[in-house]
């Protein structure tokens, strides 16, 4: 089986995810892996598919060019992946809310990397007034050697310097 990255971006309209799958279908894909969401009005998709090995990249580009074929993607893309070590589970979440400016996904980014802190999914959105937008994030991450102490007392000076709130917690299990 080859393993494939698909990413497409399209402004959201009804189909796009039934026209991805059956040009997957079409290819005997399967999707292994997947984040599907709209941002600021276009339809973002990621996936982690597999095919058999008959079935290559060209294939799959065809086949998913031609299923996608009327929809105007903005992109779509397929990248072949090597087998790599298994991802890192997530043990807590991390949230951030103030008011919207740039710089604050990278001071926090940037803490959490020099703590040797990973990133497992991160998410943001305005929300609140038009005219006084809450900027909102949530990131899960893993702690790997850093202690939850540690790490809230190396964000406390970035959280002020960013002038947001800044909340870490375990993750909860979850079905998903």
Same mark, same amino acid.
């Given at each position: 089986?080859?393993?494939?990255?698909?990413?497409?971006?399209?402004?959201?309209?009804?189909?796009?995810?039934?026209?991805?799958?059956?040009?997957?279908?079409?290819?005997?894909?399967?999707?292994?892996?997947?984040?599907?969401?709209?941002?600021?009005?276009?339809?973002?998709?990621?996936?982690?598919?597999?095919?058999?090995?008959?079935?290559?990249?060209?294939?799959?580009?065809?086949?998913?060019?031609?299923?996608?074929? @009327?929809?105007?993607?903005?992109?779509?893309?397929?990248?072949? /992946?090597? $087998?790599? *070590?298994?991802? #890192? %589970?997530? !043990?807590?979440?991390?949230?951030?809310?103030?008011?919207?400016?740039?710089?604050?996904?990278?001071?926090?980014?940037?803490?959490?990397?020099?703590?040797?802190?990973?990133?497992?999914?991160?998410?943001?959105?305005?929300?609140?007034?038009?005219?006084?937008?809450?900027?909102?994030?949530?990131?899960?991450?893993?702690? @790997?050697?850093?202690?939850?102490?540690?790490?809230?007392?190396? /964000?406390? $000076?970035? *959280?002020?310097? #960013? %002038?947001? !709130?800044?909340?870490?917690?375990?993750?909860?299990?979850?079905?998903?």
């Amino acid at each position: 089986m080859g393993t494939f990255a698909v990413s497409a971006v399209g402004t959201d309209r009804t189909g796009i995810v039934a026209a991805i799958t059956a040009g997957l279908l079409g290819v005997d894909g399967n999707v292994e892996d997947s984040r599907m969401t709209n941002l600021g009005g276009h339809f973002t998709v990621m996936l982690v598919v597999s095919v058999p090995d008959e079935q290559g990249r060209q294939q799959l580009e065809a086949a998913l060019a031609y299923s996608c074929e @009327g929809l105007g993607l903005d992109a779509l893309s397929v990248s072949e /992946l090597t $087998p790599g *070590a298994p991802g #890192a %589970a997530a !043990d807590h979440v991390l949230t951030v809310y103030g008011s919207d400016h740039p710089g604050i996904v990278h001071a926090i980014s940037t803490e959490l990397a020099a703590a040797g802190v990973n990133i497992t999914d991160l998410q943001t959105r305005l929300a609140g007034a038009e005219d006084a937008p809450l900027y909102v994030m949530m990131i899960e991450v893993e702690l @790997g050697e850093t202690t939850l102490p540690e790490v809230e007392e190396r /964000l406390r $000076p970035v *959280a002020e310097q #960013a %002038a947001v !709130d800044v909340g870490l917690r375990p993750l909860e299990a979850e079905a998903l």
